[in-house]
């Protein structure tokens, strides 16, 4: 659960969000290749040693398709018309940047748990980068929250992972359907 410092209602209120999805950030030909794997994705075993990303990347693919594919795992691309958009999105966050009293005020916004922490990040396209100068105290990792402000793409890197989109954020609450 969230314990909101400081949550501007008034800022939030001015401006309307429009619910997205995460597939919503990833342009259409690259949603189209993600959404058909290569046929020998078929043939690989959850948990075994070709499952993990970083040995799918070192192998040296046979065909254009299959290349493609992996490119689209890890892409930067954007779709330009999210660019100032004002959205609100579900997601869990990765805390980046905190205090001594586990305020956080710098995040990655992802689109399931785990991600950037106990396994390979997602493509930065489907990572958010959120600064919140308010900060905001995350009582437990595990619980998702609609994040709503104003989208942009703009690349943001560190050790943890790459975010393709940031977003100026505007409210929060805890997810529900």
Request: aromatic share 10%; charged share 20%.
């Amino acid at each position: 659960m969230l314990v909101p410092l400081s949550v501007s209602q008034a800022s939030a209120q001015a401006v309307e969000f429009v619910t997205i999805e995460w597939t919503d950030l990833i342009p259409q030909d690259e949603f189209d290749i993600l959404s058909n794997p290569p046929a020998y994705m078929d043939d690989i075993e959850d948990g075994s040693a070709e499952d993990q990303i970083g040995n799918l990347l070192k192998n040296t693919l046979a065909n254009a398709e299959e290349s493609r594919y992996q490119e689209a795992l890890v892409s930067t691309n954007i779709k330009p018309e999210m660019d100032g958009r004002a959205v609100r999105i579900p997601g869990f966050i990765v805390p980046i940047e905190f205090d001594g009293d586990q305020i956080i005020t710098e995040f990655f916004l992802v689109p399931y748990f785990g991600a950037c922490l106990h396994m390979p990040p997602p493509a930065p396209n489907q990572i958010i980068h959120v600064k919140y100068a308010e900060g905001l105290k995350l009582e437990a990792l595990y619980n998702p929250f609609w994040i709503s402000g104003i989208l942009k793409a703009s690349l943001i890197s560190n050790d943890m992972a790459t975010a393709a989109y940031g977003i100026e954020m505007r409210s929060y609450e805890a997810y529900t359907q």
